[in-house]
């Protein structure tokens, strides 16, 4: 992926020196002109197009963005509310992740949520013990962590 967005780079560096114009717009250009014959030529890299793993990037950042925004509005609804009214609970969470890597992104970002507080993992890395603040139903929490955090990381990671 490195070697792509240098190529890439070097690409809109070299238009930009043929134009003799070394201006913002003559860079995009150029770099939009890179992403093309990369594109062109994915076939014989031996990674997978860069932008595809951008774009993964992007929506584990807008997943996470959406995740916190909605779970902070359920927060700031039971503290404003005159009588609390939650089920808090600790549940375990059995992840299909491997790598270190992937169970501390997915640590951290059940962390950086709101409610939600990832407490343990197990020796194995299979088994995540996480306490949420309100707790109707842990299999639809297993679930949603599931289709969203988890599944968000199996791309970028590229499994």
């Known amino acids: 992926m490195a070697f792509q967005v240098a190529l890439n780079l070097i690409i809109a560096v070299v238009w930009m020196l043929l134009h003799n114009d070394l201006s913002t717009v003559q860079f995009a250009i150029g770099y939009l002109v890179g992403i093309g014959c990369i594109g062109l030529f994915r076939r014989f890299w031996p990674h997978d197009f860069y932008l595809i793993k951008v774009w993964a990037i992007l929506k584990l950042l807008a997943l996470f963005m959406k995740e916190l925004l909605l779970s902070s509005i359920a927060v700031i609804r039971q503290v404003l509310r005159?009588?609390?009214?939650?089920?808090?609970?600790?549940?375990?969470?059995?992840?299909?992740?491997?790598?270190?890597?992937?169970?501390?992104?997915?640590?951290?970002?059940?962390?950086?949520?709101?409610?939600?507080?990832?407490?343990?993992?197990?020796?194995?890395?299979?088994?995540?013990?996480?306490?949420?603040?309100?707790i109707e139903d842990a299999e639809q929490l297993s679930k949603q962590i599931r289709t969203t955090f988890e599944k968000a990381i199996m791309e970028v990671t590229g499994r």
């Open 82 to 134: 005159p009588k609390l009214n939650i089920r808090p609970g600790i549940f375990a969470f059995r992840t299909d992740l491997q790598s270190d890597w992937e169970i501390a992104i997915l640590s951290c970002l059940i962390c950086l949520t709101p409610s939600t507080l990832t407490l343990e993992v197990s020796e194995d890395n299979r088994i995540l013990y996480i306490h949420a603040m309100d």
